[in-house]
């Protein structure tokens, strides 16, 4: 049970709408039976459970901070 709580808590606002957009779909699939909209459902339930999301990375949920920073920039200052 400790693992499903776990699990749950580092999902992000982003990841519940995809779920919740997922099981909406899925239900105007049972009621339609069009395949777009079991199409929708799969690939947004799919990006949802498993965290997978914009190629690139660049809508990922944030970072916690016990990570640590792998990239370090500095502040470019031009000579004048």
């Known amino acids: 049970m400790e693992q499903i709580?776990?699990?749950?808590?580092?999902?992000?606002?982003?990841r519940i709408i995809r779920?919740?957009?997922?099981v909406a779909?899925?239900?105007?699939y049972y009621y339609n039976?069009?395949?777009?909209?079991?199409?929708?459902a799969v690939i947004l339930g799919s990006q949802a459970?498993?965290?997978i999301s914009c190629p690139g990375g660049s809508c990922e949920t944030p970072v916690r901070k016990e990570d640590k920073t792998i990239i370090k920039t500095e502040k470019y200052e031009p000579n004048k």
Not at 19 to 22: M, Q
Not at 33 to 39: A, I, P, Q, V
């Open 5 to 14: 709580k776990n699990y749950f808590k580092d999902w992000g606002t982003a």
């Open 19 to 22: 779920l919740v957009l997922s």
């Open 25 to 28: 779909l899925g239900i105007a």
């Open 33 to 40: 039976r069009e395949s777009l909209y079991l199409f929708g």
């Open 49 to 51: 459970i498993f965290n």
